[in-house]
């Protein structure tokens, strides 16, 4: 059940009109990392969650309040371009107002499509998506994904507060980093308990038994790259985090195989083969003689 109240969690207003800087904003709103994209993550994560208690508890309480987030700034959003112009219309930059609001730096369709108001997309108007979510039900792989998505998102409206000097919208922004520093750790902190309580290990799934895998090449470093100074780091040598393994330095791979022989799929699909024309015509031709569909 939701229940929606009609205030918000922290002030939202700036101090005068700016649509430019409304369509920056719109990147931590409706991004990869923005706030509709955590909002939904952790509550698919929630919904998806195969047993109840705390983790579960902790996914709803973040992603509700990162619903309110999205509000906050699309209500930020709105008061930016509340008076601002529908156009550059100087007659030295651009006599067609569309046109210069374009060059201007605003999203047109904020007037044209939202009437002065927020839209659910990023910075460049491309549309958010549902694959930015991450919800596979294996909870150290989330966490571990909900905490980058918080450093992502956080180093996003870090740059935003250098974009402008209004002290609403720093506010706002000044506010949001903190929620951001508070989650980056929440996850982090969930997912050292997971791993400390024995529920889940690395590697992620841990229920996957490691002697199904190939182990020759579980903790190899394999340097595919002609730079020699990765074999400096503790992942070339030493033990592995997850302690199972030792980890191993390699220039380039330790395994090799032959490529198989070439593929012949139906001929009906009308791919060009080494085969010749005609025999690919006859092929196809007994196929449909056989009904082999």
Do not use: C
Not at 73 to 97: F, N, R, Y
Not at 118 to 135: E, F, H, I, K, L
Request: proline share 7%.
């Amino acid at each position: 059940m939701f229940l929606h109240r009609q205030e918000l969690q922290f002030k939202a207003s700036p101090e005068r009109p700016d649509a430019v800087y409304a369509r920056k904003l719109q990147e931590v709103l409706g991004g990869q990392y923005g706030e509709i994209t955590v909002a939904m993550q952790y509550m698919f994560q929630g919904w998806n969650m195969h047993v109840p208690g705390k983790y579960r508890d902790l996914v709803f309480g973040i992603g509700s309040e990162e619903f309110g987030h999205v509000e906050m700034l699309a209500t930020m959003i709105a008061q930016l371009l509340e008076k601002s112009p529908l156009g550059i219309t100087d007659d030295a930059v651009q006599a067609d107002p569309t046109v210069a609001a374009v060059v201007g730096g605003t999203d047109v369709q904020h007037a044209i499509v939202a009437g002065a108001g927020a839209r659910p997309v990023d910075s460049m108007g491309n549309p958010w998506q549902g694959n930015y979510v991450t919800a596979s039900g294996n909870l150290l792989a989330d966490f571990t994904s909900n905490a980058n998505a918080e450093m992502q998102g956080r180093t996003q409206v870090a740059r935003l507060y250098h974009m402008t000097d209004d002290n609403g919208v720093r506010e706002l922004l000044s506010f949001l980093l903190a929620r951001d520093t508070m989650h980056q750790n929440q996850w982090l902190a969930a997912a050292a308990e997971l791993r400390e309580q024995g529920v889940e290990q690395l590697p992620v799934p841990s229920n996957f038994p490691q002697n199904k895998e190939y182990g020759e090449v579980s903790y190899q470093y394999q340097n595919f790259s002609d730079g020699q100074r990765a074999s400096e780091g503790p992942w070339a040598s030493g033990p592995a985090p997850d302690g199972n393994g030792e980890f191993s330095y390699h220039e380039g791979p330790t395994t090799s195989a032959p490529m198989p022989p070439p593929t012949h799929p139906d001929a009906r699909f009308y791919g060009t083969t080494e085969l010749p024309d005609t025999m690919e015509k006859v092929a196809g031709a007994t196929q449909d003689r056989l009904r082999k569909e």
